[in-house]
């Protein structure tokens, strides 16, 4: 069996579309654990409505601490399945997921299926796909986020169990943060190239917040975490220089990034870490930095 767990949080107008995504997989095994997680919509009722309709494989729950890692800690609690896949309530699974990394798990006795999934992003301006695929080189991936996400994995219950789940005092970075631990525990992962997921950003995402604390602090989690594999990969004597450039490209490349918001605290780290990387890969992120500011000159001269 699997046990889809779907925290929902205000997602009235979009919950539908997940629901149905998954009772469309082609592996039918599978229970539905909503969990309710402070909604102040009408989410409540509707996934009352599905647990009356489908009372056989569907069942709701309420999470009154805020935030999806503890909705999803509830989730993982009441699950009975062998395996579990989280889904965030304004995504969506193809039709064949579930079936394709069940197989792929029980042929590679995997704990932990990282799957590519279809990003889809909605601005007021414009809409785009992009593509994000996964790396076979595990540490890699983990590195530079590219070892699936929440909705396109698949995760073995008892390995997750071992790691008590979700670190609920994570505002960010929190699949990468619990890959992390399984990894360092043991688990198995295998990847899965196909795009079988898809996950829907707004305009207001929040990796794009303009709250300089809350982005501060989401550059922490993700920087403090490349620290941390990188100390892991030194136990392991597992530091290759490329993966070690990888880990001094991925922190160069967030605080150049963002070093227009967060200026002060972007130039102070670049300063501490002492970071090797490409000269090329200094220009490129250089120029597009000084692109964007041009541009904003040029905004407000029009303005």
């Not at 990034?257 to 970071?275: G, I």
Request: hydrophobic content about 40%; some cysteine; proline content about 2%.
């Amino acid at each position: 069996m699997v046990s889809v767990v779907i925290p929902c949080h205000n997602c009235a107008n979009f919950i539908d579309r997940a629901i149905c995504s998954v009772m469309a997989q082609s592996y039918t095994d599978i229970e539905i654990i909503l969990v309710n997680n402070n909604s102040t919509d009408n989410t409540l009722r509707i996934l009352n409505y599905y647990q009356k309709k489908y009372p056989h494989c569907v069942s709701v729950y309420s999470e009154y601490k805020r935030g999806a890692p503890a909705a999803r800690n509830c989730g993982l609690q009441q699950a009975k399945g062998e395996w579990v896949q989280f889904l965030d309530a304004d995504d969506e699974l193809a039709e064949s997921k579930i079936l394709r990394q069940v197989q792929l798990g029980d042929n590679y006795e995997a704990d932990i299926i990282a799957g590519a999934c279809l990003l889809k992003y909605a601005t007021p301006q414009k809409t785009y796909d992009v593509y994000r695929p996964v790396d076979d080189d595990i540490w890699k991936g983990l590195i530079t986020s590219n070892l699936g996400i929440t909705s396109s994995n698949l995760w073995r219950r008892e390995a997750l169990l071992q790691v008590n789940g979700w670190n609920e005092r994570f505002s960010s970075s929190q699949e990468y943060d619990l890959l992390f631990r399984m990894i360092k525990n043991g688990a198995k992962v295998i990847a899965d190239e196909q795009f079988n997921t898809i996950v829907h950003f707004s305009g207001n995402s929040v990796s794009k917040t303009s709250n300089k604390e809350r982005l501060e602090e989401i550059l922490n989690n993700r920087i403090e975490l490349r620290l941390a594999i990188k100390n892991e990969l030194m136990l392991r004597g597992l530091l290759t220089p490329g993966l070690l450039l990888s880990i001094d490209t991925y922190i160069y490349s967030e605080l150049v990034n963002n070093a227009d918001q967060v200026s002060d605290y972007a130039y102070s780290l670049l300063k501490k870490y002492h970071l090797n990387v490409k000269l090329e890969t200094v220009l490129k992120l250089k120029g597009k930095m000084y692109l964007k500011k041009l541009l904003r000159i040029v905004d407000s001269i029009q303005a």
